[in-house]
């Protein structure tokens, strides 16, 4: 670390995250929300298997302000897709740079705006979308704390019938000793309109903060919108993220989440199948190290007919790492011809790794089609020895057949230059202990 | 000598000794035939000297150009010049077969040198025409939904690029027709030369009208039993694996 991010840390200008107190009077409700509901439980089912005690927010500051230094160089590290519609850069909540869109797209209607821009001049719209869907996976608590603070991120609206054919990208740095951040992404994404849309979850080495991100899809009828989140803070944060996705009729959404980053990340993730035709695919790779624990809750819910869900979750495991896949899918009631999928694989390369899987299935509907499966299993003996026997290093081998089995998801996004930054990512983090 | 050299080898599976003091020789340049029935030991064999961890080898040694291998790892064997060539290929989900060879090819690299992109593909796809192959085949993962013969054809073009000293073909005409017989062949004639010794491992005749070995030996328990020219090949498709077993008993 620089001096310069020491020197934050004494500043007289951060106070403890718990005592910050809402972001503005408007956001004296959330705090109260989030003062008055109580700590997860670990005999809460949505908490069963989290490691409870890695909560603990009280160590944290509120988000710290950022010195010349350290925004040059987070800028310099902000890389993202070579050919983007645009590109907003925050760092500890604060906006570094914007790219903006293009001179067309803002005619036709298109807003990309920071959050605190968003509230000011388009409120009604923003508000009638901001954090509609609660958080109904455990996570409550830490949505209510993300609405009282959140003052970065981004939202994006497109018209009826616009199409935004190159990836819009946000990057959201977490610096500093015992920082927090509130990330937000809100995409509202009109009929028949497309859009992909990445966010970048970044900290330089080793910084232990906290970021409490949430992200919300909003999808008309027919509209088609990938989400892609790289979670790639240090492995010393802790991370909550919280998603929901609504989709309309015959709308189309894909979400990827590639966990790399945090000692503890919790991913809640909620698809709301709201209109007949809608599907949403949704997709995760982990690579859990060390001691990490990624901690993924998942609900597909039909809530119309002929909707269709697609979920993919695979996770590598190596040391003491361990994760936590817990997935419902339910078809509600009158949603019939419901095609509904799950599909959690865990990749095991040590023997300390841990696994914990609990798909579950609620099914109120006649004439649906619903599987879900959950395998955990290390590398094959038969599968490694093929590779050896073509000369490649024992080591080498391990890394292709770990790669090959993390690159089925990211090959479902359908985008390759996507695919390959996040393939970038996925193998610098395990070259460097392979 | 340069030859790939067993020497009374004997190789157990659990408690269960399948080869049984077994030597043969195959001199570089030349290409050696082992017949047998089903569980004579033909594919314990290959994996034993390819350095599978579940064949264990309690006596015997076997040499590479003088050098015993049975002390190196399955990969360094590999790079020392032997190939195995699968009679059940590996699928390897999500790998790409050029990135595949690829790694076998920059494995023999020494270190810091790095494969040449645009020449790799050039005699990768001159290879793959050699054997019929779509350029498809690059980009799709290694096996992955590859039919028998595909997958076959595949062996023999790893085995193309990587230009073993020694190759060990298991059972390489297993599930195929006659057309993939006859491309996989030709591909495996096309490697014959000064450069390369090749143990042909097969329970059928048939192959052998292909691929025409020098030497055929015999395998029947776990030992080498008869050995002779190519016509011993056609003598035992005339007279069958009992007439042998039987000489063994008169014996």
């Known amino acids: 670390m620089t001096p310069a991010v020491l020197e934050i840390d004494a500043s007289p200008t951060t106070v403890r995250l718990l005592d910050a107190g809402p972001l503005t009077d408007a956001h004296a409700e959330a705090w109260e929300k989030f003062q008055s509901l109580p700590v997860p439980a670990r005999t809460d089912e949505h908490w069963r298997f989290s490691s409870i005690k890695a909560l603990d927010l009280s160590a944290y500051t509120a988000p710290q302000p950022i010195d010349d230094t350290t925004r040059e160089e987070l800028l310099a590290r902000s890389t993202g897709l070579a050919a983007s519609a645009g590109r907003m850069v925050f760092a500890n909540d604060t906006l570094l740079r914007r790219e903006v869109l293009a001179d067309t797209l803002r005619q036709r209607g298109v807003l990309w705006l920071p959050l605190d821009e968003a509230m000011r001049n388009h409120g009604d719209l923003f508000r009638s979308r901001?954090?509609?869907?609660?958080?109904?996976?455990?996570?409550?608590?830490?949505?209510?704390?993300?609405?009282?603070?959140?003052?970065?991120?981004?939202?994006?609206?497109?018209?009826?019938?616009?199409?935004?054919?190159?990836?819009?990208?946000?990057?959201?740095?977490?610096?500093?000793?015992?920082?927090?951040?509130?990330?937000?992404?809100?995409?509202?994404?009109?009929?028949?309109?497309?859009?992909?849309?990445?966010?970048?979850?970044?900290?330089?080495?080793?910084?232990?903060?906290?970021?409490?991100?949430?992200?919300?899809?909003?999808?008309?009828?027919?509209?088609?919108?990938?989400?892609?989140?790289?979670?790639?803070?240090?492995?010393?944060?802790?991370?909550?993220?919280?998603?929901?996705?609504?989709?309309?009729?015959?709308?189309?959404?894909?979400?990827?989440?590639?966990?790399?980053?945090?000692?503890?990340?919790?991913?809640?993730?909620?698809?709301?199948?709201?209109a007949p035709g809608g599907r949403s695919d949704m997709l995760a790779v982990t690579v859990a190290e060390d001691a990490q624990e990624i901690d993924q809750r998942t609900f597909q819910i039909h809530e119309a007919p002929n909707t269709a869900s697609d979920l993919l979750y695979k996770n590598a495991l190596d040391d003491s790492a361990r994760t936590v896949f817990s997935g419902l899918i339910r078809v509600s009631p009158g949603a019939h011809k419901t095609d509904a999928y799950q599909k959690v694989r865990n990749l095991l390369l040590s023997d300390e790794a841990e696994a914990n899987s609990l798909p579950g299935l609620e099914i109120e509907a006649d004439d649906v089609r619903c599987t879900h499966g959950a395998t955990s299993g290390q590398i094959e003996d038969e599968e490694l020895f093929y590779l050896l026997s073509r000369g490649i290093p024992l080591r080498e081998s391990q890394r292709l057949i770990v790669y090959g089995f993390l690159e089925e998801v990211l090959q479902r996004l359908g985008s390759e230059p996507i695919a390959e930054k996040l393939s970038a990512l996925l193998h610098a983090k395990f070259d460097a202990k392979h | 000598?340069?030859?790939?050299?067993?020497?009374?080898?004997?190789?157990?599976?659990?408690?269960?000794?399948?080869?049984?003091?077994?030597?043969?020789?195959?001199?570089?340049?030349?290409?050696?035939?082992?017949?047998?029935?089903?569980?004579?030991?033909?594919?314990?064999?290959?994996?034993?000297?390819?350095?599978?961890?579940?064949?264990?080898?309690?006596?015997?040694?076997?040499?590479?150009?003088?050098?015993?291998?049975?002390?190196?790892?399955?990969?360094?064997?590999?790079?020392?010049?032997?190939?195995?060539?699968?009679?059940?290929?590996?699928?390897?989900?999500?790998?790409?077969?050029?990135?595949?060879?690829?790694?076998?090819?920059?494995?023999?690299?020494?270190?810091?040198?790095?494969?040449?992109?645009?020449?790799?593909?050039?005699?990768?796809?001159?290879?793959?025409?050699?054997?019929?192959?779509?350029?498809?085949?690059?980009?799709?993962?290694?096996?992955?939904?590859?039919?028998?013969?595909?997958?076959?054809?595949?062996?023999?073009?790893?085995?193309?690029?990587?230009?073993?000293?020694?190759?060990?073909?298991?059972?390489?005409?297993?599930?195929l027709d006659i057309d993939a017989l006859r491309i996989v062949s030709a591909g495996v004639n096309a490697q014959r030369g000064p450069g390369l010794g090749a143990l042909v491992i097969t329970h059928y005749q048939r192959l052998l009208d292909y691929i025409v070995p020098d030497h055929v030996h015999v395998m029947v328990e776990g030992r080498i039993v008869r050995t002779g020219g190519k016509e011993l090949a056609l003598e035992l498709e005339e007279k069958g694996y009992d007439f042998i077993k039987e000489s063994l008993t008169t014996v």
Not at chain 1, 167 to 189: K, M, N, R, Y
Request: hydrophobic share 40%; aromatic share 8%.
């Open chain 1, 130 to 274: 901001f954090m509609r869907e609660d958080a109904i996976l455990g996570g409550a608590k830490f949505a209510a704390l993300h609405a009282s603070q959140a003052r970065a991120g981004t939202f994006l609206y497109v018209p009826r019938g616009v199409e935004i054919d190159l990836p819009i990208e946000a990057f959201h740095w977490l610096t500093g000793e015992g920082g927090s951040i509130f990330p937000h992404t809100l995409i509202v994404a009109e009929a028949q309109s497309k859009v992909t849309f990445v966010d970048y979850f970044e900290s330089p080495e080793s910084t232990a903060g906290f970021a409490c991100a949430v992200n919300d899809l909003w999808l008309g009828d027919g509209a088609q919108v990938t989400y892609v989140c790289a979670q790639n803070w240090s492995g010393q944060a802790l991370s909550v993220q919280i998603n929901s996705t609504v989709v309309g009729r015959d709308a189309t959404a894909k979400a990827l989440t590639v966990n790399l980053g945090s000692r503890y990340a919790r991913s809640e993730s909620v698809s709301h199948l709201r």
């Open chain 2, 1 to 175: 000598m340069n030859a790939l050299e067993i020497k009374d080898l004997h190789v157990s599976i659990g408690d269960k000794e399948i080869i049984r003091g077994l030597t043969l020789t195959v001199p570089r340049g030349e290409v050696h035939a082992i017949m047998g029935p089903n569980g004579s030991g033909k594919s314990t064999l290959s994996k034993a000297i390819g350095g599978h961890p579940d064949y264990v080898v309690t006596s015997g040694t076997v040499r590479l150009d003088g050098v015993n291998i049975l002390d190196m790892a399955a990969d360094a064997r590999a790079r020392a010049g032997l190939f195995l060539a699968f009679q059940y290929p590996m699928e390897i989900p999500g790998v790409s077969n050029a990135n595949f060879i690829r790694a076998a090819l920059q494995a023999r690299l020494p270190d810091g040198e790095e494969l040449e992109a645009t020449d790799f593909y050039a005699q990768l796809y001159a290879e793959m025409d050699k054997l019929e192959m779509s350029r498809t085949f690059t980009a799709r993962s290694v096996n992955e939904g590859f039919s028998g013969g595909e997958k076959k054809r595949n062996e023999i073009l790893q085995m193309a690029m990587l230009k073993p000293k020694y190759a060990i073909l298991d059972e390489t005409d297993s599930g």
